[in-house]
């Protein structure tokens, strides 16, 4: 058993790594702002904190009062969108406050650290699937400020024996149980298709794919938690420390319409809408190495099953959790 912190656990992926790592006999503490969270994805058990990430005496507070022995970093502003309109805001929350963290975590001795990052860091791909070793070129501050967070991770390890692992996620989906994806506003392609009464839009036909709409990597919310549970337990001697986490197998935005429709019994509407800036045309990722070296294996690798999982949840939330 292992006690650890995970910061933004009330989020999307956070309440659903800490439901798995409780699942699994692991202890831990949330430390979340609730700004984009909801309370109501936090845990039964677990001890929770309200706060921000850049609250030095919280921080203090939560290591001085916990024998925490590594931590899970998921709190991040996540809009591609917003975060080319408003740089400093993404920069201050995903990279200075995160740097208070790593310096709470020096001064309390925590040096294991496993750090949610994305597909984004690498820009418009030149080769598809995407391997770790793809260049990284980010093409909005979202994708920089998780790149340069890798780099300080890096850094850290080389002068402070931190041992981290990053994982860069591909599209996260589905949902289990009581946990599912309530984001304000909703960017993501698989909630979109559930609800009822919103316009759809697909965002550029004419790519180069074969239905023309872009090709994504959907992972299932669950398979994602696990790959944290296997990488807690393996901090401390692995060599590799950046794994894709993604299903390997692309599905385009009509295609998962399609889906969507089937889980649903009903067709969806949707209206083509322009090609969205730095949109590259397909992001498909090779998980070659975590299945190797963390002995990895999505769970729920079909598309239909994960928009049935997230299907099942929204019809027990149709308005996210306020209902
Ligand atoms: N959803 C995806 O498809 C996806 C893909 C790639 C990477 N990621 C990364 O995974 C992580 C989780 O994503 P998500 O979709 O669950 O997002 P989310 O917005 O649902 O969760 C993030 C959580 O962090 C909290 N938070 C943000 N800033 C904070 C701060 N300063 N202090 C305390 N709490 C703070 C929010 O309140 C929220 O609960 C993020 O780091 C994101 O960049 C997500």
Known sequence: MKHVLVTGGAGY??????????????????LDSLEEGHRQALPPKGIFFQG????????KNIFKSYPLEAVLHLAAYCQVGESVEDPEKYYGN???????LLRNMRTFGIKKIVF????????????????????????????HSKLIFEQVLDWYQKAYGFKYVTFRYFNAAGAIDRLGE??????????????????????????????GSCIRDYIHVRDLALAHVLALERLD??????FNLGNGQGFSVLEVIEAAAQVRG????????????????VLVASSAQARKILGWEPQYPDLKEIIASAW????KFPRGYES
């Open 116 to 143: 949610s990052s994305t597909a984004a860091v690498y820009g418009e791909p030149l080769s598809t699937p995407i391997a770790e070793t793809h260049p990284t070129q980010p093409l909005n501050p979202y994708g």
């Open 94 to 100: 995903n990279v200075s406050k995160g740097l208070v």
């Open 266 to 281: 009903r067709k969806i509407p949707f209206r083509p809408g322009e090609r969205r800036r730095g949109d590259p045309a």
């Open 237 to 242: 001697d692995l060599r590799e420390r950046i």
């Open 312 to 315: 099942r949840w929204h019809q």
């Open 182 to 211: 309530d984001h304000h506003p909703e960017t993501h392609l698989t909630p979109l298709v559930l609800r009822e009464g919103v316009p759809l839009t697909v965002f550029g036909l004419d790519y180069p794919t074969p239905d």
């Open 13 to 30: 992926i956070g309440s659903v790594v800490c439901q798995t790592l409780l699942e699994r006999g692991h202890s831990i503490v949330v």
């Open 52 to 59: 921000d990430l850049g609250d030095e005496s919280l921080l």
